[in-house]
C-alpha cells in the first residue's frame, strides 16, 4: 500500500548465526587499512546501507568477487 512502511525481512539461520541477505555491494573503500564494503541488504533500503569488512560477508563472497571484477581494486583511502 502506498504510504506503509515495508517490514524489514528477518535474518537467516546459517551455522547457527542469524544472518541478513546482501542484495549488492555497492562501493568499497579502506578505513586504517581495512577494506569495508557499502552493502544492499535484501528487503531493505539506502537509508539501512552499512559499510561492512570483507570478514562480515563471507557468505556473500560471490557478490564481493563480482564487485571487484567490475570496478577492480581502486579504492579511497580514508584514515
Not at 539461520?13 to 542469524?18: A, C, F, K, R, T
Not at 541478513?20 to 531493505?44: C, M, S, T
Amino acid at each position: 500500500m502506498k504510504g506503509q512502511k515495508k517490514l524489514p525481512l528477518k535474518p537467516v539461520i546459517i551455522e547457527g548465526e542469524e544472518e541478513f541477505e546482501v542484495k549488492k555491494i555497492l562501493n568499497k573503500r579502506v578505513v586504517r587499512g581495512k577494506e569495508k564494503f557499502l552493502v544492499r541488504w535484501k528487503g531493505y533500503t539506502v537509508e539501512e546501507d552499512t559499510w561492512e569488512s570483507r570478514e562480515n560477508l563471507e557468505n556473500a563472497k560471490k557478490l564481493v568477487d563480482e564487485f571487484e571484477r567490475e570496478y577492480g581494486e581502486e579504492v579511497e583511502e580514508l584514515r
